[in-house]
């Protein structure tokens, strides 16, 4: 898999988890602060030896393209 093939699995995965969330009737905020929170140490332990602002940042660019708002770390 390419790494463009990748980010399109993963944006598609937090898309769903975002719609279902939403559907459970989370708030948007909520759901961006979970994601940050979790996000940060499983997607840091699956990319490898990547700086937690690396991740965090990657992470607040994917809440964002997928229309979650996140502020701070969590």
Do not use: N, W
Request: no cysteine.
């Amino acid at each position: 898999m390419t790494e463009d093939e990748v980010e399109d699995v993963v944006y598609k995965l937090a898309e769903a988890a975002r719609d279902q969330m939403l559907e459970l009737g989370f708030d948007p905020e909520v759901i961006g602060k979970a994601m940050i929170a979790h996000g940060t140490s499983a997607y840091a332990g699956a990319v490898g030896p990547l700086r937690r602002d690396e991740v965090v940042r990657h992470l607040h660019g994917l809440a964002d393209r997928i229309g979650i708002p996140v502020q701070g770390e969590a």
